[in-house]
């Protein structure tokens, strides 16, 4: 029998890639949050139904009177009577659950923090003693080359090698919490060190290669977290089924049965992206032993002599590829495959992503109910805690798989677009089955219900833009990572800006589901789901510019915009960039000159004709703009619609600060007590105008960008077209 | 079915000496080996140890032949047979002198397990085969190819003759001296 032919030479991936932070690891970690914030509520409730002795009927009753205090309210301004919506605590209504207090809360979530670690603490060592687990005593030559293994990958973690000699298959495993980390060799692999030595070692450096990976402690805390908190769930939910058709009235059964739903919806989910995490572990690994080895040789002859059935396994079909869903471990052919090329383990997918929008809608939706399960009494703390934690969760989850996939060349336009429509999918549906929602429209007869899908199709959309967005501030931050050699490091820091900077978007997002139903109830009850959903959101952002637009758009501006500026100073070219080519100047990049005949025009407008409309200055103000993001971005360097918004948010900026100055200037200056400088009122309408103004001024840059290039790309035209001369040298300066 | 007693040590040592015919790379491992298996439960000796579909196992769940406690367990079963010819034996003299003596019975509760050596002479020919049929046929229960089981057989039979015969050498009074033995023959 002759041997293999050898794989074919691995693609370069480059030395990042097992350094990033893996997605896999943020997933889960969501996952674990999910599972132990939702299982904490219950127990939180429990023990407070049980301690206090809540009736549901009477809670039920405190409900229905605060519905009547808000119809009144909604009619009361439906009729021209100034006044505000009532809150839960100023109704007049009696809140029949004595004052939740932190107490029952914080020790029933304590206790079950120490369970788990109690667990995590007390498994190794059970799992030692009861099967039988056995240290490597007279075996000196074995632990001679053992220790050899561990100098050789540089592993530094304390590693205790152990014997289980009575199971005879070739397999081993690596467990223990963190400082004692343990690798049991099976007998029938302990057999293969003399008769078999390749075989041993490819073993070894695999479980090595997930303590090297640090993935130990996840797969370990979450096995304990689904295996402690899955019965739980799951009995919560059967008991909330059966006992639904006793509640009594439609809106709790209802109410009751889609809570049971979304418990086994999530039981499913975990289950899924559990398993599937686990298998990317394996995965991971594997590509690990292959750095190591240079190599992924020894790991296919080990897959192919001592495998599951390698050349019997079919996955092909439907059948096959719903057997595998399931499994811990990579198939055959997947372990096989990734060995040559990584990019399929770092790609982005859509059902992988969908699953991290659910996670992050369930976690939002049983966080922000606070710790007393409703919004009773419960103030807006667990909601402000529930946005920040959801929104850091998402992009950390999505930040990490979207770099990964951009580090290892697998984020192409498709792929991102699968992923971030997936990422967008989860998000809404699960949003839109949260259980207090779904309990209101019951009350308010399903009013608003037909907004539903133009919310998915919008979360959709925004999943999209958001991945794409994220490859680009990857792709910006590259070059920075790979000179500083900060894998974690960077990514850490860029996301957590990035969650700083769009928390306050992604909290309305989330909210949005419940302001429209309450919009529809109480306000516009006539107007059609898709209508009310854009004059709502177009109200809602009125309302708040200074704490959401702009925040929002001075991150997805400055962000990308600075990786790239610390990039180019780092003398390496980004990747997938092209090759860099002269921009204009700063002046002109920060839109000075368009600010500048901005203000001026306005400024003769407002004089000459003091009747114009205030929408007509701000007009002028968007189109120059629109001029300057134009004018600064003609060239072709990269991040053009970074940019572009960039120039666009200082020359708006620039723009109405000195119209207002120069106003200032000609109303005071002309008496004598000339105050040039804006006061704080002058400063928010400066910020007012930049909000109002600069996110059509891009929308319709970002378009005509678009339409460009799909025209070039159709006619065929190169896109180093007009504005690029050949042999010009970069200038190095931002 | 009571639980059988066996002499470990002896039967260690009789697994070893099939191990170093049959399998002798799996020498190094032998000594972890022997002492998991006199510990375990009979169901989990040869085979039983296996956790399929283990979230943090490699994954592969090929099983590889392991010898060794195929080995053991022959060397068990050799000893067992051994001992229970021996009972047979016993019982049939003590059968005797009890018709003769009206009753006196031997005490063999909590006896200490039967010695297969307790008659110290020489095993015959006609024993060693049968023994040698006996380690071969559990050896090929347990799914071992017919090389190996025979290795194994061998081997068990070789250390028995090995013994008898040095019990006897030294038992005779102008016979060489015994040679020096490792492990002691009282029962574990």
């Not at chain 1, 000699?165 to 007998?187: E, H, I, K, Q, Y």
């Not at chain 1, 909601?383 to 990490?400: E, K, N, R």
Request: proline share 6%; net charge positive; hydrophobic share 50%.
């Amino acid at each position: 029998m002759t041997a293999p032919p050898p794989l074919p030479r691995p693609r370069e991936t480059g030395r990042w890639l097992l350094a990033l932070p893996a997605g896999t690891t943020v997933r889960f970690l969501l996952l674990i949050a999910s599972v132990a914030v939702a299982t904490s509520l219950v127990a939180n409730m429990a023990t407070a139904v049980v301690l206090q002795a809540v009736d549901v009927r009477e809670a039920q009753a405190h409900m229905d009177c605060l519905a009547r205090a808000s119809t009144e309210a909604a009619r009361r301004h439906a009729d021209g009577v100034a006044g505000p919506v009532p809150g839960f605590h100023d109704t007049g209504c009696v809140d029949p659950r004595p004052a939740l207090g932190w107490l029952v809360p914080l020790v029933a979530t304590g206790g079950l923090l120490l369970v788990l670690a109690a667990v995590y603490l007390a498994l190794p060592r059970w799992r030692t003693v009861r099967r039988g687990y056995l240290p490597l005593t007279a075996m000196g030559e074995l632990s001679g080359y053992l220790g050899g293994l561990l100098r050789e990958t540089g592993v530094r973690a304390r590693v205790t090698f152990l014997a289980e000699p009575l199971n005879p298959t070739v397999s081993a495993l690596a467990f223990g919490r963190a400082g004692r980390r343990r690798v049991v060799l099976s007998g029938g692999l302990l057999a293969l060190h003399q008769r078999d030595r390749p075989a041993f070692r490819a073993v070894v450096l695999h479980e090595l290669a997930h303590i090297r990976n640090r993935d130990l402690d996840i797969g370990f805390v979450a096995l304990i977290v689904w295996r402690t908190c899955g019965p739980v769930l799951l009995v919560v939910a059967t008991l909330s089924l059966f006992l639904s058709p006793a509640a009594g009235n439609l809106r709790l059964f209802a109410s009751l049965v889609l809570y049971s739903a979304e418990l086994a919806l999530l039981a499913v989910l975990v289950t899924l992206l559990g398993s599937a995490v686990l298998r990317s572990r394996e995965l991971y690994a594997d590509a690990r032993v292959r750095e190591w080895e240079d190599s992924g040789d020894s790991l296919r002859r080990l897959f192919e002599v001592y495998g599951p059935g390698v050349r019997g396994a079919r996955t092909g079909t439907a059948a096959g590829r719903l057997k595998w869903l399931v499994r811990v471990h990579p198939s055959p052919e997947r372990r096989m495959a990734t060995l040559v090329d990584t990019r399929p383990l770092t790609r982005p997918r859509f059902w992988d992503m969908a699953a991290v929008g659910a996670a992050v809608g369930f976690f939002n939706a049983v966080a922000g109910l606070g710790p007393g399960g409703g919004g009773f009494r419960s103030g807006s703390a667990p909601d402000v805690l529930a946005s920040v934690l959801s929104a850091l969760l998402l992009l950390a989850a999505g930040g990490t798989v979207v770099w990964r996939a951009v580090a290892d060349g697998a984020a192409a336009p498709a792929q991102l677009r699968n992923a971030g429509i997936g990422l967008g999918l989860g998000l809404g549906v699960t949003n839109l089955l949260g259980t207090y929602r779904v309990w209101v429209q019951f009350g308010i007869g399903g009013s608003g219900l037909s907004s539903a899908v133009p919310y998915a199709v919008l979360t959709c959309l925004a999943g999209w833009v958001l991945v794409r967005w994220l490859a680009s501030v990857a792709r910006a931050w590259q070059p920075v990572l790979e000179r500083t050699g900060r894998a974690r490091l960077v990514p850490a820091l860029v996301l957590t800006v990035l969650a700083a900077g769009l928390f306050t978007t992604v909290d309305l997002v989330l909210r949005l589901p419940g302001l429209m139903t309450y919009a529809a109830a109480y306000f516009a009850p006539d107007l059609p789901g898709p209508l009310l959903l854009v004059w709502g959101i177009g109200r809602l952002l009125g309302d708040r510019l200074t704490s959401h637009v702009l925040p929002l758009l001075l991150t997805a501006a400055l962000v990308p915009v600075a990786g790239y500026a610390l990039a180019r100073r780092t003398d390496r070219a980004a990747q997938g960039f092209g090759d860099p080519l002269p921009t204009a100047g700063l002046a002109v990049r920060l839109g000075v000159p368009a600010a500048l005949v901005a203000a001026a025009g306005n400024l003769v407008a407002a004089v000459l004709l003091p009747s114009l409309p205030v929408w007509s200055l701000l007009a002028l103000f968007g189109a120059g703009q629109l001029w300057a993001a134009l004018r600064a971005t003609r060239d072709h360097a990269p991040l053009r619609l970074a940019r572009g918004l960039t120039t666009v948010l200082s020359c708006g900026a620039l723009a109405f600060l000195a119209f207002v100055m120069a106003a200032e200037v000609l109303a005071t200056c002309l008496d004598g007590a000339c105050t040039p400088l804006p006061d704080a009122g002058q400063t928010r309408t400066v910020l007012l105008g930049v909000s109002v103004t600069s996110g059509p001024a891009w929308a319709l840059f970002a378009l005509q960008v678009s339409l460009t290039g799909a025209y070039r790309r159709r006619t065929g035209r190169a896109p180093g077209g007009a504005g690029r001369r050949s042999g010009t040298p970069v200038r190095p300066h931002l | 079915m009571g639980t059988v007693t066996y002499d470990k040590d002896l039967a260690t040592r009789l697994a070893r000496r099939a191990v170093t015919e049959a399998a002798p790379h799996e020498l190094a491992q032998f000594d972890i080996t022997a002492a998991a298996f006199h510990a375990a439960p009979e169901e989990r000796r040869v085979g039983g140890a296996v956790h399929r579909g283990d979230p943090l196992a490699l994954g592969l769940e090929t099983a590889a032949a392991m010898l060794g406690t195929v080995a053991l367990a022959a060397s068990v079963q050799v000893l067992t047979h051994l001992g229970q010819q021996a009972a047979d034996h016993v019982t049939d003299t003590a059968r005797r002198g009890l018709l003769r003596r009206f009753g006196r019975r031997r005490r063999t509760e909590g006896a200490e397990p039967p010695r297969a050596l307790e008659s110290r002479d020489p095993l015959t020919a006609e024993q060693l085969a049968e023994l040698r049929r006996v380690a071969r046929d559990t050896a090929l229960r347990r799914q071992v190819p017919e090389a190996e089981a025979r290795a194994i057989a061998d081997g068990i039979v070789a250390e028995l003759a090995t013994a008898t015969a040095g019990e006897a050498a030294g038992r005779a009074p102008d016979g060489p001296a015994p040679e020096p033995e490792g492990p002691s023959e009282d029962a574990s």
